[in-house]
C-alpha cells in the first residue's frame, strides 16, 4: 500500500480561546505534502468542506472538529494526549487509505457548504412535539444541519402533509452512496 504519511510529530496544547478547558486540541505534523488528497477526501468524507484557495478541509467527526493542510492534521476536542495520538493514528490512516485507492475514487474539487440550520427549521413541523429525543424543532434542525440527526427522526415528517418537506430536507443533507457527501 503506498503511504503518503509514514510518520509525524505531535504538538498537544489547551487551545488558547478556552483556557481551563477540559479538552485539548492537537497538530500532526509532517514532511509529506497531503494537497493531492485533499480533493480525495472532500469526495469521501461526509461533510466536508474543501478550500482549494486555502488547501484545507475541515471535517467534523463525531465530537472532534478535524482541519486537513498540505503539511498537518489539526484536531480539537481530544481529551488528552492519548486521545489526541489515537485520533490522529487514525486520520493518518484515513489519508493513507484514501492516497491507495486514488485510482478509484473521483476527486471533488468543489466547496459543499453545510445546510442552514434556518432553512432546515422552516421546513420542519414547528410543534415542538419532542416526538425525536430534542427539546424543540430548531435544536432538531441544527442537529440535522450539523449531521448528527437524520430526518427520518422526526417522526412528523414521514407523515404525507411533510412529503415536499422531507424531500427538500434530504437533498440539503445529502446520503453517502460509495463516495459522495453524508452524514
Given at each position: 500500500?503506498?503511504?503518503?504519511?509514514?510518520?509525524?510529530?505531535?504538538?498537544?496544547?489547551?487551545?488558547?480561546?478556552?483556557?481551563?478547558?477540559?479538552?485539548?486540541?492537537?497538530?500532526?505534523?509532517?514532511?509529506?505534502?497531503?494537497?493531492?488528497?485533499?480533493?480525495?477526501?472532500?469526495?469521501?468524507?461526509?461533510?466536508?468542506?474543501?478550500?482549494?484557495?486555502?488547501?484545507?478541509?475541515?471535517w467534523r467527526k463525531g465530537r472532534l472538529a478535524v482541519s486537513f493542510h498540505a503539511s498537518?492534521?489539526?484536531?480539537?476536542?481530544?481529551?488528552?494526549?492519548?486521545?489526541?495520538?489515537?485520533?490522529?493514528?487514525?486520520?493518518?490512516?484515513?489519508?493513507?487509505?484514501?492516497?491507495?485507492?486514488?485510482?478509484?475514487?473521483?476527486?471533488?474539487?468543489?466547496?459543499?457548504?453545510?445546510?442552514?440550520?434556518?432553512?432546515?427549521?422552516?421546513?420542519?413541523?414547528?410543534?415542538?412535539?419532542?416526538?425525536?429525543?430534542e427539546p424543540t424543532c430548531f435544536t432538531f434542525a441544527l442537529k440535522l444541519a450539523a449531521?448528527?440527526?437524520?430526518?427520518?427522526?422526526?417522526?412528523?415528517?414521514?407523515?404525507?402533509?411533510?412529503?415536499?418537506?422531507?424531500?427538500?430536507?434530504?437533498?440539503?443533507?445529502?446520503?453517502?452512496?460509495?463516495?459522495?457527501?453524508?452524514?
Amino acid at each position: 500500500m503506498a503511504r503518503l504519511i509514514e510518520d509525524y510529530t505531535l504538538e498537544v496544547y489547551t487551545p488558547p480561546c478556552d483556557p481551563g478547558t477540559e479538552s485539548f486540541a492537537a497538530i500532526a505534523h509532517f514532511g509529506a505534502d497531503i494537497s493531492e488528497v485533499l480533493p480525495l477526501l472532500n469526495a469521501s468524507l461526509a461533510g466536508a468542506i474543501y478550500y482549494p484557495h486555502a488547501t484545507a478541509l475541515t471535517w467534523r467527526k463525531g465530537r472532534l472538529a478535524v482541519s486537513f493542510h498540505a503539511s498537518d492534521i489539526a484536531v480539537a476536542n481530544v481529551e488528552d494526549r492519548k486521545d489526541a495520538v489515537r485520533e490522529l493514528d487514525e486520520l493518518v490512516e484515513l489519508v493513507n487509505d484514501a492516497w491507495s485507492r486514488r485510482n478509484q475514487i473521483t476527486p471533488d474539487f468543489d466547496t459543499h457548504q453545510r445546510p442552514v440550520p434556518m432553512d432546515i427549521y422552516m421546513l420542519l413541523p414547528r410543534t415542538n412535539c419532542q416526538q425525536c429525543g430534542e427539546p424543540t424543532c430548531f435544536t432538531f434542525a441544527l442537529k440535522l444541519a450539523a449531521r448528527q440527526r437524520v430526518p427520518e427522526d422526526c417522526p412528523a415528517l414521514l407523515e404525507q402533509a411533510f412529503a415536499e418537506s422531507l424531500s427538500e430536507i434530504r437533498a440539503s443533507i445529502p446520503v453517502q452512496t460509495g463516495g459522495g457527501h453524508a452524514p
